[in-house]
């Protein structure tokens, strides 16, 4: 049995009245690819970010990367990466001065920095754009080396959170490319996706209906418990008796 | 410490690379003290004096010459009734019209006094009356340089001296009320907007996620604009020092340790509405409105607040640039100590602790 870096045990958080996340249990190995769905509003994100000490939980206890939700908030923070939906460079910063940033605020030294990003562009075929503006580089690319900045510290596990929302299909391969590869060295990945094909490329998936999970699994058993050809089916059979809207 | 130097030169990239913000940031305060030294004025110069001259005689024709050869006066037409007085007024340019009786010189030389009239476009008080005093002042010298005998009209002369601003400049005035305005917008609008930015383009979050501890993001958000600002409050002092002949009385050390006061107090205003805040816009109106309205209004700069009611009075005394104008007032014009001014310092400390205090409670529970 490998080492479980993330485990939650009823893990809840109330929001008045509203149980946005609902004692959600689950345990997330090393280097394993853990896909976290669920429809907008189902409490993904909440749960998302008190595992990476954004938030503190009401109920429930959980370890990331062997550290306690609500007193080591800052030791997990020295652990993860993450990558938000919404796109997180500057773009009125050049892409070396990104990875500088990141780098520096990770409390890289310098030298370690300049390796970093010397390999990074190289590996990314940045060469020409490393002195330009983000703002001018395709949304897949700035994708990707977001994606790369995340990892930039060598985190345990990296968060991402619907990583390829608007970016086309071969770009998202690619990206599940580096996922691989970066799975491969052993870091956990922890992923957020609307996109059902995606799910299929993970290790195990787990889905969120109205605060709880419903359905835990890798890809193949969950097709088989809800008798479904694909991953499209098993969502919409869960996500269907869902009574939160968005 | 690496991590935020880090973080300070990110910032200072933000800055450098926005047109706009260079030019809010190093335009204003010169464009700001080229209006107020310049266009916009207090001083009332070449206004247009109407003379009915009755006496014509030689004492009355020096007079109208000490008038006109003063700055404040342009003679814009003799006449010759006081119908014609009144019909120019009433096509509205004439100001002052001056009416010399007709004994004036025989009365100066025989009786050692004598009157004249002063007509007034009181639609406007305050330059009405300014206006007259220049008259006043004027006819005093003439008395004075050619009939050292003569009698005052009136037996008690009030020996008038006009301290730290003889020659009643605006610039005493409108120099410190710059600079209250200039640190007031640069310091609340551009911190508050730089740090919803992040919020609005999700970058916050990723900041929040990393070990960077979050005050930490706050207080280097916040740090350049202290830099900047020190830069601005060195330009808006040259300008002043070179541009407009405005020397600096007091301390100039002390003059900064103030300035630097108010800018962490203008900071700490521009963190709590971006805590407050989550998109640009609304930070942008609230600075604008919120804080640059009532600088404007009750710093005592542009209007008395000795004369509003005393419910604006006592809500002036919130607002921080009225304190920090009174203190670059004392320092800059009238040379006073930091011993005169120790109940402006302890305000602004009082607002900036409370500002700061509930902007750090409001940030911990956004962060639960």
Known sequence: MKEQVIIADKLSKRFGQFMATNQISF???????????????????????????????????????????????????????????????????????????????YGLSDLQIKEKSDALIQQLGLEKEAK???????????????????????????????????VDPL?????????????????????TTHYMDEAEYCDRISIMVDGKIDAMGTPAELKKQFDAQNMDEVFYQLARGAKRKE | MKQFLSFVRKEF???????????????????????????????????????????????????????????YFEIEKVVGSYSEIHQTFKQGD???????????????????KASLQLINDASDPNTATTLNNYVNIIVQDFL?????????????????????????QGAPNFVPGVMAMILMLICVMMTAVSIVREKENGTMEVLLVSPFKPILVI???????????????????????????????????MLYAVSTLFIITCLSIGILISVLTNSQQVAMLISLM?????????????FPIENMPLPLQVISNIVPSKWYYIMVKGIMIKGLGISSLLKETGVLVFITTVVLIISIKKFKIRLA
């Open chain 2, 219 to 253: 207080l280097s958000k916040a740090f350049p604009y202290l830099l900047l600002s020190l830069v601005n409050v060195t330009s808006i002092l040259l300008l002043s020092v070179y541009l407009l002949d405005l020397p600096i009385q007091g301390n100039i050390f």
């Open chain 1, 27 to 105: 345990s997330v190995s090393a280097g394993e690819i853990f896909g976290f769905l669920g429809a907008n509003g189902a409490g993904k994100t909440t749960a998302m970010r008190m595992l990476c000490g954004l938030s503190i939980p009401s109920e429930g206890s959980a370890s990331v990367a062997g550290f306690d939700v609500y007193t080591q908030t800052e030791e997990i923070k020295k652990n993860i990466g993450y990558m938000s939906q919404r796109f997180s460079l500057y773009e009125d910063l050049t892409v070396l001065e990104n990875i500088r940033f990141f780098g520096g605020i």
């Open chain 2, 13 to 71: 990239y933000h800055v450098l690379r926005d047109r706009k913000t260079l030019f809010i940031l190093f335009g204003m305060p010169v464009v700001q003290i080229l209006i107020f030294g310049f266009a916009l004025s207090n001083e009332v110069k070449n206004s247009k004096l109407l003379v009915f001259n009755q006496a014509q005689d030689e004492a009355s024709a020096k007079l109208i010459n000490e008038l006109e050869v003063s700055n």
């Open chain 2, 144 to 168: 004075a340089q050619n009939y050292p005998s003569a009698k005052s009209p009136i037996a008690i002369l009030p020996q008038t001296r006009m301290l730290y601003n003889p020659q009643l």
């Open chain 2, 94 to 112: 004439i100001r002052l019209a001056l009416v010399i009786p007709a004994n004036f010189g025989s009365d100066l030389a025989h009786q050692n």
């Open chain 1, 171 to 191: 770009t998202r391969r690619q990206f599940w490319d580096m996922i691989y590869a970066a799975a491969d060295r052993g870091v956990t990945i922890f992923v």
């Open chain 1, 132 to 166: 330009k503006l983000v703002a001018a580089l395709p949304l897949g690319w700035r994708q990707k080396l977001s994606f790369s900045v995340a990892i930039l510290h060598d985190p345990k596990i990296v968060f991402l959170d619907e990583p390829t929302g608007g």
């Open chain 2, 290 to 302: 919120g804080m640059m309205l009532p600088a404007l209004l009750f710093s005592g700069f542009m």
